[in-house]
């Protein structure tokens, strides 16, 4: 059977999101679990007459199967690389982590917020994807642009559109709010730095984002540009898709959506 892999290496990997998935690896992940049929990917040769099987959340598919890899975890042995720590619930030993500004537990049972409430299904997806890569040490404190990292010139575009872009559209003028919202989930400014605004937010403990922000120039007619930049090691701590999908949520959180 392929696996989400082999399915997603048949993509043409730019998340043109025309078979109604955000991600290849999203439409991938569908395909593998049976909740949608190569064919609605135009770009994959001989799978046009593919037939459709029965619909179902592709998304939720996933997160049932990565919670029963959970099982089989020791979470205490993971807490320390991950920069979190574990707690007793009424759902067993979970493991607490700050994501974007909060704390979270993640179980084999659920993923959920301080309150009780449950996370959205691919926040889920993203942290139970920080858990299995352990952590892998300390981060390098050198920062480099995605395209930096190995098979990133397609997903270049993605992080763009809807980060960079968005981020950028939403501040422009507004370099000071943009500042504070993002010291609201745990922002901090390097001071020492040529853009307008730069500050360094932990998505997670170990996934940081830096975000250098140029205002627009309305004398000379340059609009506002943002530049996302990422630990050079920040693949051992999670894969490429998971660290785009960061900064899309980090986007989300600081814009208020």
């Given at each position: 059977m392929e696996t989400v892999f082999d399915i997603l290496k048949q993509t043409r990997k730019d998340n043109c999101g025309k078979c109604g998935y955000p991600t290849c690896m999203a439409f991938a992940a569908a395909v593998h679990t049976g909740g949608c049929p190569k064919s609605?990917?135009?770009?994959?040769?001989?799978?046009?007459d593919e037939v459709r099987k029965p619909m179902i959340d592709p998304d939720t598919a996933l997160a049932r199967q990565l919670k029963e890899k959970v099982k089989e975890?020791?979470?205490?042995?993971?807490?320390?690389?991950?920069?979190?720590?574990?707690?007793?619930?009424?759902?067993?030993?979970?493991?607490?982590?700050?994501?974007?500004?909060?704390?979270v537990f993640i179980s084999s049972k659920k993923v959920f917020a301080e309150d009780g409430s449950e996370l959205e299904t691919r926040d889920q997806i993203l942290l139970y994807n920080y858990l299995f890569f352990g952590g892998k040490g300390d981060l390098s404190g050198d920062w480099v642009g995605?395209?930096?990292?190995?098979?990133?010139?397609?997903?270049?575009?993605?992080?763009?559109?809807?980060?960079?872009?968005?981020?950028?559209?939403?501040?422009?003028?507004?370099?000071?709010?943009?500042?504070?919202?993002?010291?609201?989930?745990?922002?901090?400014?390097?001071?020492?730095?040529?853009?307008?605004?730069?500050?360094?937010?932990?998505?997670?403990?170990?996934v940081l984002v830096r975000i250098n922000f140029w205002d627009?120039?309305?004398?000379?007619?340059?609009?506002?540009?943002?530049?996302?930049?990422?630990?050079?090691?920040?693949?051992?701590?999670?894969?490429?898709?998971?660290?785009?999908?960061?900064?899309?949520?980090?986007?989300?959180?600081i814009i208020g959506e």
């Open positions: 609605a990917c135009p770009f994959i040769e001989g799978a046009s975890i020791d979470l205490s042995d993971r807490a320390e690389g991950l920069g979190g720590w574990v707690v007793e619930t009424e759902y067993g030993q979970v493991l607490c982590l700050r994501y974007l500004g909060r704390d995605l395209e930096s990292f190995p098979n990133s010139i397609s997903k270049v575009v993605t992080l763009k559109r809807y980060t960079e872009d968005k981020i950028a559209s939403h501040f422009s003028g507004r370099a000071g709010e943009l500042l504070s919202a993002c010291k609201e989930i745990g922002g901090v400014e390097v001071k020492e730095c040529s853009a307008d605004v730069c500050v360094t937010i932990p998505v997670l403990p170990k627009e120039d309305r004398e000379d007619g340059f609009p506002a540009e943002v530049k996302a930049l990422f630990d050079r090691r920040a693949l051992d701590f999670l894969d490429i898709e998971s660290l785009i999908f960061c900064a899309e949520r980090l986007a989300e959180t």
